[in-house]
């Protein structure tokens, strides 16, 4: 058993606090949009100029000029702000967005994040995601635990860095990881997928880790 996207969606959606700005990558973290308590002001930043995004529109009701930063058709809101993508991160870089959440190819054990490209295979551009991990107050990764049965929590990222000592949180569709970005490195299991056990989620895990779930405390080395 593990968490499909939609639960690790909802998940992520738990780290939300009100009157937070919050910035969601493409992939799964869009879907945590979907999962917003109706009671709880959030205010949802693009990087390519909009504060204060609204729910997927319906089929037949798509606008091409409203997108995200993902290029998928969005609403906006009566509130909702558009700019420039200068002033967008300046945004990003002046540290007025609480949170990130995005997806990752690789975490490492001390918290360092590869999400923008693979070596030898096409690439657009990095787009907004070291901006968003340097300048974010706190940067949860939402990802799959495994990539065609390679694990993705690494030791040390083989991919090339998005950025050093970045993750806050890693929210797999096994589990959930917090880290220590300063002072001494250290990765936390702190919670399990519903069905999944601590022998498997250490057996696909390389990165080593503590464990402090309830009822639970142990080691991986």
Same mark, same amino acid.
């Given at each position: 058993?593990?968490?499909?996207?939609?639960?690790?969606?909802?998940?992520a959606?738990r780290e939300l606090?009100?009157?937070?700005?919050?910035?969601?990558?493409?992939g799964? %973290?869009?879907?945590?949009?979907n999962?917003?308590?109706?009671?709880?002001?959030?205010?949802?930043?693009?990087?390519?100029?909009?504060?204060g $995004?609204g729910?997927f %529109?319906?089929?037949g009701?798509?606008?091409?000029?409203?997108?995200n930063a993902?290029?998928? =058709?969005?609403?906006?809101?009566?509130?909702t702000?558009?700019?420039?993508s200068?002033?967008?991160?300046?945004?990003?870089?002046?540290?007025?967005?609480?949170?990130?959440?995005?997806?990752? $190819?690789?975490?490492?054990?001390?918290?360092?994040?590869?999400?923008? $490209?693979?070596p030898g &295979?096409?690439?657009?551009g990095m787009?907004?995601?070291?901006?968003?991990v340097?300048g974010? &107050?706190?940067?949860?990764?939402?990802?799959?635990?495994?990539?065609?049965?390679? %694990?993705?929590?690494?030791?040390?990222?083989?991919?090339?860095?998005?950025?050093?000592?970045?993750?806050? $949180?890693?929210?797999?569709?096994?589990?959930?990881?917090?880290?220590?970005r300063?002072g001494? %490195?250290k990765?936390?299991?702190?919670e399990?997928?519903?069905?999944?056990?601590?022998?498997e989620?250490?057996?696909? =895990?390389?990165a080593?880790? =503590?464990?402090?779930?309830?009822?639970?405390? /142990?080691s991986h /080395?």
């Open positions: 058993m593990a968490w499909t996207r939609e639960q690790m969606a909802a998940r959606a606090q009100d009157g937070f700005y919050v910035n969601l990558g493409i799964i %973290p869009t879907l945590v949009a999962y917003i308590p109706e009671n709880m002001d959030i205010r949802l930043q693009s990087e390519n100029g909009m504060l $995004m729910p %529109p319906f089929e009701e798509e606008d091409p000029d409203l997108i993902g290029k998928q =058709t969005i609403t906006s809101l009566p509130e702000s558009f700019f420039s200068s002033e967008s991160f300046a945004m990003i870089r002046g540290g007025h967005i609480d949170l990130s959440i995005l997806g990752a $190819m690789q975490v490492a054990e001390n918290g360092d994040l590869a999400n923008w $490209m693979i &295979k096409m690439v657009k787009g907004g995601a070291m901006d968003l340097a974010v &107050k706190r940067v949860v990764v939402v990802m799959e635990h495994e990539a065609k049965g390679t %694990p993705k929590l690494l030791k040390e990222c083989t991919l090339p860095l998005t950025g050093k000592r970045v993750a806050d $949180m890693v929210i797999t569709d096994l589990g959930v990881f917090t880290l220590t300063h001494e %490195p990765m936390v299991l702190t399990l997928a519903e069905g999944v056990t601590l022998d989620i250490t057996a696909k =895990t390389e080593r880790f =503590t464990v402090a779930l309830e009822k639970e405390g /142990a /080395a």
